[in-house]
């Protein structure tokens, strides 16, 4: 996001738009910071006890960012899933940002890293991420009528082919209602 250091001013709204559309570890750490009060371990808590709320057993949290760290573990595809469904449910009011093409801030335009949103007309957001123990990772939603459906996926495969099985699996998921699917977390629906 490119937070200038230790200005003051920045809106939570502004963060949040760093976080989610520019995937900005500056923003997250500013967030965390106000949410924890502090960096590091008191925000981490506070993000455990969270996924502790949702059933994520497997999860620890040991950053704001979710970069690497030899504390920082979770189970990816099932967790990714379950946070994806708890945000949608729990945080209707913020997930429109998750569908924002770009943002600006501090005079830098970036765009969202979630490519989905430009080539597939029913994703309507969610997150991409890299970490170097995980490679390129990506959630993405896709929402035709009342139903959702959900894909993620990760690996080391190139940044630009991330979103195509993606896409095809999203949008045809979101076009034949009737047919199951593993792209759909049941708490999602």
Same mark, same amino acid.
């Given at each position: 996001m490119f937070i200038e250091p230790r200005k003051r001013g920045v809106g939570v709204d502004?963060?949040?738009?760093?976080?989610i559309v520019q995937s900005g570890n500056d923003a997250s750490i500013a967030l965390a910071e106000l949410v924890g009060r502090q960096r590091g371990r008191r925000s981490s808590a506070k993000m455990n006890a969270e996924a502790a709320r949702l059933g994520l057993t497997d999860?620890?949290?040991?950053?704001a960012t979710g970069l690497s760290d030899p504390q920082h573990y979770y189970e990816r595809p099932p967790t990714s899933a379950k946070l994806a469904a708890a945000l949608i449910? !729990?945080?209707?009011?913020?997930?429109?940002?998750? %569908?924002? =093409?770009?943002?600006?801030?501090?005079n830098i335009t970036q765009p969202n890293r979630n490519r989905l949103?430009?080539?597939?007309?029913?994703?309507?957001?969610?997150?991409?991420?890299?970490? !170097?123990?995980?490679?390129?990772?990506l959630i993405a %939603?896709? =929402?035709?009528?009342?139903?959702?459906?959900g894909r993620r996926g990760a690996g080391r495969e190139l940044r630009r082919r991330r979103a195509r099985p993606r896409r095809r699996s999203c949008s045809t998921g979101a076009s034949r209602p009737s047919t199951p699917s593993r792209c759909t977390s049941r708490a999602s629906r």
């Open positions: 502004e963060l949040l738009r760093g976080m999860t620890r949290f040991a950053n449910r !729990d945080y209707p009011e913020f997930y429109p940002i998750y %569908s924002q =093409k770009e943002f600006r801030y501090n949103l430009w080539t597939d007309p029913f994703v309507d957001g969610l997150k991409t991420g890299h970490t !170097d123990a995980a490679g390129w990772c %939603s896709a =929402k035709r009528g009342e139903r959702r459906r």
